[in-house]
């Protein structure tokens, strides 16, 4: 199939677009580099079946006079749609970055489709659209108030994917994520933290209080779980949660995991308050039922996802004993 991924540079689409390659599909890349790199890419640039396009999807001009020429009458069926802002705190200072780059991309993207008779789209969004509750993270829960820009934007971003697939489409996949992490991050608490200890600090500052607690997903299960999806899924609009079977790794685990996997040996300095910055969720904890129940199910849990990633990217960085 010839499938196009936007934000195919950034962590999640380029281990996408390795495994789409690896099952036989040929793949257009579009990414503005904003924060994805050609060095993710460095495997797939090397497959005859891979091309790479520097767009950006933001601006419908750019969109038509550089990608339309390039999907006429080639025979693209489906699109990955993984663009957006992925720095939520960016968001809340300036509303402009997720309505740029979280839903004008989306936006952009379906009229792209519409031009040239695409008919399946597959999106990435996020817990954020469920905004802070007490109980479990379910498909069906309501009302929807993020409290990001950014999870408004995905919001909105399904409401028009969902309105596109009852006027044009054939059928959409809606991916809400939980936190997720592996090699190529290009951002997030390990990323983070690993960039203060490369400054050799006397103590290691996090964010909050430590007691924030999420679920962590490995890119590797995510890719796979999200290809299960796609290809098992009946629904016209199949909107599943992905995520680990438990409650999640706590903000402080992590850290002393990082302190542990570095071998720098420094002690926690946390900064207080029950969140890391304005327009985080502090706590949630997925219902992932739905997804078991069409037959996938993670084996790893939320630390050892952590644990996994954090080894991944120590060396990646450079920062291990
Ligand atoms: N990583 C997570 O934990 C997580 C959680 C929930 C949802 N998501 C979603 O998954 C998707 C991929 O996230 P990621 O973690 O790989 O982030 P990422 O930042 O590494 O990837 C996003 C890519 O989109 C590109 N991009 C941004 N704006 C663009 C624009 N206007 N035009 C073209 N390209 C643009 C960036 O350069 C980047 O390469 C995003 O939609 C994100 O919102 C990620």
């Given at each position: 199939m010839n499938i196009i991924i936007t934000g195919a540079a950034g962590f999640i689409g380029s281990h996408l677009a390795d495994r789409l390659l690896e099952r036989g599909d040929s793949v257009l890349g579009i990414?503005?580099?904003?924060?994805?790199?050609?060095?993710?890419?460095?495997?797939?640039?090397?497959n005859p079946r891979f091309r790479l396009l520097s767009c950006d999807l933001a601006n419908d001009a750019a969109v038509q006079a550089v990608i339309d020429p390039l999907v006429e009458g080639q025979g693209f069926g489906a699109v990955w749609h993984l663009a957006a802002n992925s720095d939520i705190p960016a968001g809340v200072a300036d509303p402009g970055v997720d309505l740029k780059?979280?839903?004008l991309t989306t936006y952009n993207i379906l009229n792209l489709m519409r031009r040239h008779g695409m008919s399946e789209i597959a999106f990435a969004?996020?817990?954020?659209?469920?905004?802070?509750?007490?109980?479990?993270?379910?498909?069906?829960?309501?009302?929807?108030?993020?409290?990001?820009?950014?999870?408004?934007?995905?919001?909105a971003s399904e409401g028009a994917i969902s309105?596109?697939?009852?006027?044009?489409?054939?059928?959409?996949?809606?991916?809400?994520?939980?936190?997720?992490?592996?090699?190529?991050?290009?951002?997030?608490?390990?990323?983070?933290?690993l960039g203060k200890l490369s400054g050799r600090p006397n103590?290691?500052?996090?964010?909050?209080?430590?007691?924030?607690?999420?679920p962590y997903l490995h890119v590797s299960e995510l890719v796979e779980a999200m290809l299960f999806i796609w290809d098992k899924a009946p629904d016209k609009i199949a909107l599943?949660?992905?995520?680990?079977?438990?409650e999640g790794a706590k903000v402080s685990t992590i850290a002393q995991t990082v302190v542990d996997v570095s071998g720098r040996?420094?002690?926690?300095?946390?900064?207080?308050?029950?969140?890391?910055?304005?327009?985080?969720?502090?706590?949630?904890?997925y219902?992932?039922?739905?997804?078991?129940?069409?037959?996938?199910?993670?084996?790893?849990?939320?630390?050892?996802?952590?644990?996994?990633?954090?080894?991944?990217?120590?060396?990646?960085r450079g920062i291990t004993p």
């Open positions: 990414d503005n580099f904003a924060r994805g790199t050609r060095e993710n890419l460095a495997a797939a640039l090397t780059d979280t839903f969004s996020t817990s954020a659209v469920y905004g802070e509750h007490k109980e479990q993270l379910v498909e069906t829960l309501g009302p929807l108030l993020p409290i990001s820009n950014y999870g408004a934007m995905k919001l309105a596109a697939v009852e006027s044009h489409f054939k059928r959409a996949c809606i991916f809400r994520f939980p936190n997720v992490v592996g090699s190529r991050g290009t951002h997030g608490v390990i990323y983070d933290l103590t290691l500052e996090v964010l909050g209080d430590g007691t924030q607690k999420k599943y949660n992905i995520g680990p079977e438990d040996g420094v002690p926690l300095q946390f900064t207080g308050g029950d969140r890391g910055w304005v327009g985080d969720v502090p706590r949630f904890f219902s992932v039922e739905k997804l078991a129940k069409l037959g996938w199910r993670p084996r790893m849990k939320s630390e050892q996802a952590v644990r996994r990633a954090v080894e991944e990217l120590a060396v990646e």
